[in-house]
C-alpha cells in the first residue's frame, strides 16, 4: 500500500496569516498518462470530508482562491495564502493511483 | 443539487449483520462510480469499497473483503453496503461518496472523490 505522511499534524494559525500542509507519498503519484492522482480534502468539524483539490492543483468547484495545490511525484504542498476563520478543520491529502485509496494522517488545523 | 444521504447505521453485536443504503439525487446516478468510506471515532479516513457505473468493477479495502458487498441499484439511485460478520473495529461513520470522472472503466478509481453524504453510524458492540 502506498504511504501517505503529512507535517504538521496540527497548524495553529492568525487569521490572514499563510499556511501550509505538505504530503508525501512512499511511491510516485505520477501516471503514464501525465497526470498526478492526488487530492486534498478538509474535513470540517462535524461535517463529511469535502473536496477541495484534485490532481495536485485543480480547484474544485467553489474553492475559493486562496487554497492552492502543489507538488509532482511524491511531494505535495496545500497552500492557504491567506487563512480564515471558516477554514478550521482537519485537511487530509488522498492517493488515487492505486488500490487501496490512503489517506494522510490528516493535518488539523485551528484558528489563534 | 447534489445530494447524498446515507442511512442504516446502529448499533450491532459483533457477528452480526447490517445493510447500508445511500440515496443519491441531483446528478445523473447511473453514470457515476461510488464508494465507501469510514471513519473510525477520533481516527482518520479509510476507504472501504468502491462500484463502477455499471458494478461491472467492484473493488474492497482488505480489511472488509469476504465479509462486506457492495451493490447499487442505478433504476433506485441507490448504493448499498452489506456488512457481514461484523467485528468491533468495524465501528465507523460510514461515508457514501461519489466518484469523480468516467464511472464505466476498469480505473474509475484514478478519479478520486468529490461530494459526499453526511455519514451513518455503525458501532459493533456487545
Known amino acids: 500500500d502506498i504511504v501517505m505522511t503529512q507535517t504538521p499534524l496540527s497548524l495553529s494559525v492568525t487569521p490572514g496569516q499563510p499556511a501550509s500542509i505538505s504530503c508525501k507519498s512512499s511511491q510516485s503519484l505520477l501516471h503514464s498518462d501525465g497526470k498526478t492522482y492526488l487530492y486534498w480534502y478538509l474535513q470540517k468539524p462535524g461535517q463529511p470530508p469535502q473536496l477541495l483539490i484534485y490532481?495536485?492543483?485543480n480547484r474544485f468547484s467553489g474553492v475559493p482562491d486562496r487554497f492552492s495545490g502543489s507538488g509532482s511525484g511524491t511531494d505535495f504542498t496545500l497552500k492557504i495564502s491567506r487563512v480564515e476563520a471558516e477554514d478550521v478543520g482537519v485537511y487530509y491529502c488522498?492517493?488515487?493511483?492505486?488500490?487501496?485509496?490512503?489517506f494522510g494522517q490528516g493535518t488539523k488545523v485551528e484558528i489563534k | 443539487e447534489v445530494q447524498l444521504v446515507e442511512s442504516g447505521g446502529g448499533l450491532v453485536k459483533p457477528g452480526g449483520s447490517l445493510r447500508l443504503s445511500c440515496a443519491a439525487s441531483?446528478?445523473?446516478?447511473?453514470?457515476?462510480?461510488m464508494n465507501w468510506v469510514r471513519q473510525a471515532p477520533g481516527k482518520g479516513l479509510e476507504w472501504v469499497s468502491s462500484i463502477s457505473s455499471s458494478s461491472s468493477y467492484i473493488y474492497y479495502a482488505d480489511s472488509v473483503k469476504g465479509r462486506f458487498t457492495i451493490s447499487r441499484d442505478n433504476a433506485k439511485n441507490s448504493l448499498y453496503l452489506q456488512m457481514n460478520s461484523l467485528r468491533a473495529e468495524d465501528t465507523a461513520v460510514y461515508y457514501c461518496?461519489?466518484?469523480?470522472?468516467?464511472?464505466?472503466?476498469?480505473?474509475?478509481?484514478?478519479?478520486?472523490?468529490?461530494?459526499w453524504g453526511q455519514g451513518t453510524t455503525v458501532t459493533v458492540s456487545s
Open positions: 490532481e495536485v492543483s
Open positions: 441531483g446528478f445523473t446516478f447511473s453514470s457515476y462510480s
Open positions: 461518496a461519489r466518484g469523480s470522472g468516467d464511472g464505466a472503466t476498469q480505473y474509475y478509481y484514478y478519479y478520486g472523490m468529490d461530494v
Open positions: 488522498m492517493q488515487s493511483i492505486q488500490l487501496p485509496w490512503t
